[in-house]
Antibody, heavy 123, light 107 residues
């Protein structure tokens, strides 16, 4: 069964750092680009970052550029999101989502999503 | 960035009703439009990709249409398990932006 499972969320103060993980199973992880999408409480979906299947290409939403870093370990089938200089507005459930192909910039949909992990930033 | 606008923001309908949700892009996106369903507290599920292609395992009562800037998601006969929030997403260009969502509630 194709599955994604996020972990690493928590409660922290503004300015803090956190690393999220997303463990993948049931598919050839390195063959697919992966993404992080977040959802603030009671709000809609916001794409955060993407990474190609090889890990050689990455992109970011302007709202997190310079603060968040996406990476992946294709030997362990894990996707990461390193979040630094966290702000109150970063409070959200963070989902990892599988892309339809190996590269960024394709026209694919996000066909598999994890259950999400909550990140709360508050003073 | 391409802006996606859904209408309505919410609607009330009864089991068996035909429901239509619209999504408009701020510029042409060809047919690169996807629809997702999200139930409360759960992850989004892909329903429709490339404007009109049904994702594997999705019931045939769901359908999508449109191209260019205007798109629709139709549920031909609403079922109890369809009460949820629906999001459109453009995959024409990065960042792959979402609409604000349409909440379908029980009348």
């Amino acid at each position: 069964e194709v599955q994604l499972s996020e972990s690493g969320g928590g409660l922290l103060q503004p300015g803090g750092s956190l690393r999220l993980s997303c463990a993948a199973s049931g598919f050839t992880f390195s063959s697919y680009a992966m993404n992080w999408v977040r959802q603030a409480p009671g709000k809609g979906l916001e794409w955060v970052s993407g990474i190609s299947g090889s890990g050689g290409g990455t992109n970011y939403a302007d709202s997190v550029k310079g603060r968040f870093t996406i990476s992946r370990d294709n030997t362990k089938n894990i996707l990461y999101l390193q979040m630094n200089s966290l702000r109150v507005v970063d409070t959200a459930v963070y989902f990892c989502a599988k892309d339809g192909g190996p590269e960024l910039g394709t026209h694919d949909a996000f066909d598999i999503w994890g259950q999400g992990t909550m990140v709360s930033v508050s003073s | 960035d391409i802006q996606m606008t859904q209408s309505p923001s919410s609607l009330s309908a009864s089991v068996g009703d035909r429901v239509t949700i619209t999504c408009r892009a701020s510029q042409t996106i060809s047919s690169y439009l996807n629809w997702y369903q999200q139930k409360a507290g759960k992850d989004p599920k892909l329903l429709i990709y490339a404007a009109s292609s049904l994702h594997s395992g999705v019931p045939s009562r769901f359908s999508g249409s449109g191209s260019g800037t205007d798109f629709t998601l139709t549920i031909s006969s609403l079922q109890p398990e369809d009460f949820a929030t629906y999001y459109c997403q453009q995959s024409y260009s990065a960042p792959r932006t979402f609409g604000q969502g349409t909440k379908v509630e029980i009348k």
